[in-house]
């Protein structure tokens, strides 16, 4: 009879009705498919019991060969036989020259937009080679699983762009498989940790893998994860620790720098057993076969081990530092950190991981696999084999969101098309000296101008102090989660003020209004340019006379002789005249000419505060 | 007559619940559909239900609802593999014949 899984309580399946679902990490080096049984996300083995797949496609004239047996023949058909592929995914022939250098397949230019690699059955597109692996990992989850797969989820780097996650799935579809939804590799590593059913918070996945490092900061909104940034090193992996290692087995056993291949990769193999050794021991013997029958054999303590690769491992944290700064955050803002891909298995890795973001890495699940585990999570939710309330809708904003800016303009902070649930921030700042309050408008559409958008909401944000124009830093959050409702919350970043709101976009907007919106947007194309090019510069000529006028008051009684200050207030008339009428260039050229006009004053002024607040003091106070 | 289940399924269920992080055991039952009749049910138990019997063998609780348990009686639950697949099995005395799948069964 049919093997059965356990199911969630009132959640079984009708015979041949299963909705069988898969999530696979295609990586770079190694891809790996996991699914959720019984309740449980495991990756799953093939009939030798070896979960990774490595990512390696051989063509010969038999047919297509992908995985363990490609990957040996790599070093004897190298130009039939295609590694590394994600490399080239979503990438134009002009991209090649980046890359290049360090791939050895024969590329077809012509002209294609795509690259193609020749090989000894013909050409094939990079689509075409991540299609083969895709399929191979479907084969395997479907004999393991007992039936045609509903859908995967495909995990992606974080910082693939559109045409990178479109190739991806244009893979997906190649191969005969339906993509619930691509995800992004370090949210999939937290969903695996079950952070995205945990409380609000900074969660950081450090991904080292084999050739590169990869960290990724996430905020937690409402379910939602929100990449505040990424960083990495593309050159920088496990290998290198094992290269680290090898170097030092050569100073010890006096092996020349030139020896051969054969011994070389040999050294690789034994130092990267060392490494996997030695988290768990204190001191591993070696015993290396030299060749002519020659061997050396030593001891490698851990002490040793991790003096050669700390220097290493503390590269990584540089780009760590980066991250942080790029989403504007403190290492102890930072609640949990995810280990992902095999070094992080080294305890070095994770002392030094943890001593940095002052926290208990989390590496309970196998660091090789957690990727494919979270999108196999993610799977089973979007194919249907969760209770209700658990559900993700898979659903795409059908028009842009935005608020209103100076000068009824329309500032996108969701663009259309965005898969939700999304959150996007923003920041933004007063306009006038003093302002202590800020009007949000929220808008929907794609046109330029806040007259052609159709409106959601207004709120206002209150209470903040009085501020110089621009000091105050106010983070304007768009989050829409997977119902479609849309929730916006405005924050004064140095008091901690907030308000929000919450809408829900496509209220009463049928598919015939947004179809109309869109065309709307494309016919205006060239008017709401200029409209916005008017409105933009209308904006800063009013921020230059608004300035201006506020410099007049305060001190040009002392500065100003009363021509000078005549000769001021008549460009400023001029500007102000100017920037009433319609034309972009003569309002900028009439703020250049104010400028230009005004830089004595302003010399003076600026002369004017240092004596301001110098005085008093002594000279050495200054140095 | 009683409900069993062997050594393999029964560490299979202990690992599965845990793994899961809560419920007091697994609910056995069938129901009406399928191309040969019967199909069985599987599930997680949350919490026992007034018309269940509780059968427990090593250490399992198994919920069956009074209707299902015509049908159940004397089977023996055993976990296998077949390839690449595993899963629970169902050893039904009652069951007469089963579609060619095995998913549903005619008694």
């Not at chain 1, 696979?24 to 080096?29: F, K, P, R």
């Not at chain 1, 007992?146 to 190739?167: H, K, N, S």
Request: charged fraction near 25%; aromatic fraction near 4%.
């Amino acid at each position: 009879m049919a093997l059965l899984q356990l199911s969630e309580p009132g959640q079984s399946a009708a015979p041949h009705q299963h909705r069988l679902a898969a999530g696979i990490d295609l990586g770079t080096t190694n891809s790996l498919v996991a699914s959720v049984r019984s309740g449980t996300a495991e990756t799953l083995p093939d009939e030798q019991g070896r979960h990774m797949l490595p990512s390696v496609v051989r063509y010969t004239e038999a047919g297509v060969v992908v995985g363990h047996a490609a990957k040996r023949a790599a070093a004897d058909d190298p130009l039939n036989t295609i590694s590394s592929i994600k490399r080239l995914m979503g990438r134009g022939v002009a991209d090649l020259s980046l890359l290049g250098s360090r791939l050895p397949y024969q590329f077809l230019t012509g002209e294609h937009a795509v690259p193609r690699i020749h090989t000894r059955v013909g050409d094939v597109s990079p689509v075409e080679v991540s299609a083969e692996i895709l399929r191979t990992l479907a084969r395997r989850a479907e004999q393991t699983l007992g039936g045609d797969l509903e859908g995967v989820v495909i995990t992606v780097p974080a910082y693939f762009d559109e045409a990178q996650r479109q190739a991806t799935k244009d893979a997906a579809t190649l191969a005969g498989l339906k993509v619930l939804r691509l995800l992004n590799e370090p949210t999939a590593a937290a969903v695996a940790y079950g952070l995205d059913t945990g409380s609000d918070g900074l969660h950081a996945i450090y991904d080292l893998g084999g050739g590169t490092f990869d960290i990724s900061i996430l905020r937690l909104n409402r379910g939602v994860f929100e990449v505040l940034s990424t960083g990495g090193d593309s050159a920088l992996g496990g290998d290198d620790l094992d290269r680290a290692v090898a170097r030092w087995i050569m100073e010890q056993a006096g092996i020349a720098e030139d020896a051969d291949q054969g011994l070389q990769r040999r050294l690789m193999r034994d130092a990267c057993a060392a490494k996997e050794a030695l988290s768990e021991a204190e001191s591993v013997a070696l015993d290396v076969e030299l060749g002519e029958g020659r061997r050396w054999r030593g001891e490698l303590a851990l002490e040793t081990f991790e003096s050669l690769i700390e220097p290493l491992v503390r590269k990584t944290l540089a780009p760590c530092r980066r991250a942080l700064r790029d989403a504007g955050v403190r290492a102890d803002e930072v609640r949990d950190v995810v280990m992902v891909g095999g070094s992080t298995r080294v305890p070095l890795v994770r002392r030094l991981v943890g001593e940095f973001f002052v926290t208990q890495p989390l590496v309970s699940i196998d660091p090789d696999r957690v990727v494919a585990v979270g999108a196999a999570l993610q799977a089973d939710i979007l194919a249907g084999n969760k209770p209700d309330e658990e559900m993700l809708l898979l659903d795409v904003n059908p028009l842009s969101l935005g608020i209103e800016t100076m000068g009824g303009l329309v500032e996108k902070i969701i663009p259309r098309n965005t898969t939700i649930p999304v959150a996007r921030a923003q920041e933004f700042t007063t306009f006038k000296d003093g302002q202590s309050a800020m009007a949000i408008h929220v808008l929907q559409g794609e046109r330029e101008l806040v007259s052609d958008c159709r409106s959601l909401a207004r709120f206002e944000l209150r209470g903040f102090p009085a501020m110089v124009a621009g000091a105050a830093r106010i983070r304007v959050t768009f989050s829409v989660d997977a119902d479609g409702l849309l929730n916006v919350e405005a924050l004064e970043e140095t008091t901690g003020v907030k308000a929000g709101v919450e809408v829900k976009p496509s209220y009463g907007l049928t598919d015939g209004e947004i179809a109309d919106m869109l065309k709307e947007s494309a016919a205006h194309a060239q008017d709401d340019l200029e409209a916005r090019r008017l409105r933009e510069e209308q904006v800063e000529a009013q921020r230059v006379i608004e300035s201006l006028r506020a410099a007049l008051a305060a001190d040009s009684d002392q500065l100003l002789s009363a021509d000078e200050r005549e000769g001021v207030e008549a460009e400023l008339e001029k500007l102000i005249e100017i920037a009433a009428a319609g034309n972009h260039v003569a309002i900028r050229r009439a703020i250049e000419a104010l400028e230009k006009h005004c830089e004595f004053y302003v010399e003076r002024r600026m002369n004017a505060s240092v004596r301001k607040a110098m005085s008093g003091h002594q000279l050495s106070e200054f140095e | 007559m009683a409900i069993t289940l062997t050594e393999d399924a029964a560490n299979r269920v202990r690992t599965f619940i845990e793994n899961r992080g809560s419920g007091v055991g697994i609910r056995l039952g069938v129901k009406t559909s399928g191309c040969s009749g019967m199909a069985y049910v599987l599930e997680f138990a949350d919490e026992v239900g007034e018309d269940d019997t509780v059968f427990e063998d090593r250490g399992v609780k198994m919920l069956i609802d009074a209707k299902s348990l015509v049908y159940l009686d004397g089977t023996e639950v055993d976990y296998g593999k077949e390839g690449l697949n595993e899963g629970f099995k169902f050893n039904n005395p009652n069951a007469q014949a089963s579609c060619g799948c095995g998913e549903s069964f005619t008694v």
